[in-house]
Structures are given as structure tokens and as C-alpha cells.
């Protein structure tokens, strides 16, 4: 029997990783082995570690995207075959990523027919950013960030309208409008991968057999690499000691809404800040997703500790080193505010380059 493989796009801040999360519980509540492959610019990726956390079993494809590390993403699925037998396996690809039809669907198809059988490609939606992307019918009056949001719901067979559970009746409504007139190629659905509301459906749909994406996406790659390169990407790893034991739920809150706080005095647009506090008693991840969102603790470790590590990923439409001395600001002012000091900085900052795929076939 072939190997069942699901990619799960989206833009950042979108929810893939709460989506993944939630598919591979439903596999495994079939009796299904699930392995996962997360996706980054760099390493240090807080998806990463949040799925391993979970007891799942993980790969890494970090230093470009799927598409430019095309031979590694085959080899990580190889490596996961041998850890872990899975009988599916869920990729989550970067979230400024697209043209990925073309670029590892299809190479995946074509080079690995006999042993991967690829279902439907899910997007899944960020509805923040698709109000004000979608308004307009003009693709070409979009900035090259929504030009590139644009671009992988183009390419989708399957549409979740993530986080519905914070939309009123009327919004949800006119969002499906928007993808139903935009993207006539794909089945919109609206869920939330927070509470399971519309995974049933989405589950069903993904498990049908048939096209996983048959679209010839006209992509311009200067625009698509200038919307990767208006972010500027910052990955840390760091250790905060303390002389006495405090809530790692708290600082991770306090530290994410500093951010808030710091980013907006910027005016920078952030896209997605995630993170992870890990001590021996538990693990906790903060997150915030941009404008209009509001900081939230996506999963709480309810414990206190004198040492914790914390991972940091933030995507933030300013220049990379200013985003790196606004985050050491804010996790020093928070740290010293929970009586903790920084130990063992570690980072990386910088703007994605362009995207030169190892494969690009069409239909």
C-alpha cells in the first residue's frame, strides 16, 4: 500500500499548525500512524517543537521551502518511513510559500508515484488578512504579501476557513462569498481547528482519492519574491534562570503582548509571533497573529519552574535587524520583570531570498 501524503498550506498566522495537529489526532483515533514534516527559513521552529511535544513524530525541512529543498523533503519522508512506519504523512510547507502545485505536488507524483499516493492540497485561510486581500477583485492593486496570499489559495483544492469560532454569522458568510467568487477551483469549509468545528467534513473531503491539485498556476516570481522579502524572519533560542520559581504561562503572556505593544509603537505588521516556553514540568506556547488579533496563550503548561527555554519565531514586515533588538528588548524587559535573567542568546535575522524551485512541472 502507498503512502498517503498531505500538504497543508497557508499563509502565516493562518492556523496550519493547530490543523495538522487536529488531523493527526483524528488518524490516529482510525488506528493510523502519522509522521509530520514542518517547513522554515531557518531552524529553531517552534511547530517543531510543539508537535514533538504533542508525542508526535517530526521532521524538519529548514534553510528554504519545500520547493527549493525538494530532494530533502523526499528524504525526510524516507527518514520518517524508517522511524516510524506511518501510513500518512502531513507536511506543513513555509507560510510566505506558494506555487507549490507545480513545484511538490506534482514532482512528488511523478518521481514517487509507486510509493506516495498525494490527496487533496488543503490551504487553509488566515481571515484577518483575507477581509482585506479579497475586497478587492484587482489582484494587481494587492500588496506583494497579498499578492502571494492570492496565489496559494489559487492553487487549493480544499479552502478551511480557519477560526471560525471568532467570526459573527454575517463575516463567516461573506468570506465564503469572497473564496466561492475568487477560487472557483476549490471547496471552501468552514471550521475552526481550535474546537473541531468542521473537521469531520474536512477530514472526509481530504480522505477522497483523485486530483490533488491540477492547477497551472501564471505566478510572477520577481513579485513573489518581493512579498517574501518584505518580511523580515527572526528565529531565537534562549534560556531564562531565575533565583526563585515563577508562572512560565505568564511570562510567555506578558512576553507576547510586549511584543504587541513594542511592534505597534513601530507600526510594523506583523504576520505571525510564536513562543515556547519549555521547562521539566511542562510547556506552554503564546501567539499572535497580527492586526486586529489578540495575543492568546494557544496552549498552557500550568506550571512554575526556575528555568525555562524559550524559542521565539516572528514574522514582521520591518528590517530584520530592528526586529531582532525589538524582541531582545521586550524578552529582556519581561524576563527581569519575572526576576529571571537571559542566558544563552541564540538568533538568527533576515529576509527570505528568492525562491529557485529544484522542480516546476505543469499540468
Request: with cysteine; proline share 4%.
Amino acid at each position: 500500500m502507498r503512502l498517503r501524503f498531505q500538504l497543508v498550506g497557508g499563509f502565516l498566522g493562518a492556523g496550519k499548525t493547530s490543523t495538522i495537529a487536529r488531523l493527526a489526532s483524528m488518524h490516529m483515533r482510525h488506528g493510523r500512524r502519522v509522521g509530520i514534516v514542518t517547513n522554515d527559513q531557518a531552524a529553531a521552529l517552534v511547530d517543531t517543537r510543539n508537535l514533538e511535544m504533542r508525542g508526535l513524530t517530526v521532521a524538519e525541512v529548514a534553510g528554504a521551502c519545500f520547493c527549493c529543498r525538494f530532494d530533502e523533503l523526499a528524504a525526510q519522508i524516507r527518514n520518517l518511513t524508517e522511524r516510524a512506519h506511518p501510513d500518512i504523512v502531513i507536511a506543513e510547507p513555509v507560510g510566505s510559500c506558494t506555487d507549490l502545485v507545480a513545484t511538490v505536488i506534482r514532482p512528488l507524483q511523478r518521481f514517487y508515484a509507486g510509493a506516495l499516493d498525494v490527496a487533496p492540497f488543503l490551504v487553509v485561510l488566515k481571515p484577518s488578512l483575507a477581509r482585506t486581500v479579497l475586497s478587492s477583485a484587482d489582484i494587481g492593486a494587492t500588496s506583494n504579501v497579498g499578492y502571494i496570499f492570492r496565489k496559494q489559495l489559487e492553487e487549493a483544492k480544499i479552502i478551511l476557513i480557519n477560526r471560525c469560532d471568532e467570526l459573527l454569522p454575517a463575516e463567516i458568510e461573506r468570506l465564503v462569498n469572497l473564496v466561492k467568487y475568487h477560487f472557483l477551483g476549490a471547496t471552501p469549509i468552514i471550521g475552526s481547528a481550535r474546537n473541531g468545528q468542521g473537521f469531520d467534513t474536512l477530514f472526509d473531503m481530504l480522505e477522497r482519492r483523485g486530483t490533488a491539485g491540477d492547477s497551472d498556476l501564471n505566478i510572477d516570481y520577481e513579485r513573489y519574491a518581493a512579498g517574501e522579502a518584505e518580511l523580515g524572519w527572526l528565529n531565537a533560542n534562549l534560556r531564562v534562570a531565575a533565583a526563585r520559581p515563577f508562572r512560565v504561562d505568564e511570562a510567555l503572556t506578558d512576553l507576547i503582548e510586549d511584543l504587541r505593544i513594542s511592534l505597534d509603537k513601530q507600526k510594523a505588521s506583523a504576520a505571525h509571533i510564536k513562543v515556547m516556553g519549555a521547562s521539566a514540568g511542562g510547556w506552554g506556547v503564546a501567539n499572535w497573529v497580527g492586526a486586529g488579533a489578540v495575543p492568546e496563550l494557544s496552549h498552557t503548561s500550568g506550571v512554575e519552574s526556575r528555568e525555562v527555554e524559550l524559542t521565539i519565531n516572528a514574522r514582521v514586515v520591518m528590517d530584520p535587524k530592528d526586529l531582532e533588538s525589538v524582541i531582545q528588548a521586550s524578552v529582556k524587559n519581561v524576563v527581569l520583570r519575572h526576576g529571571g535573567q537571559v542566558l544563552d542568546w541564540s538568533s538568527r535575522s533576515f529576509r527570505p531570498g528568492r525562491p529557485f524551485p529544484t522542480h516546476r512541472l505543469s499540468s
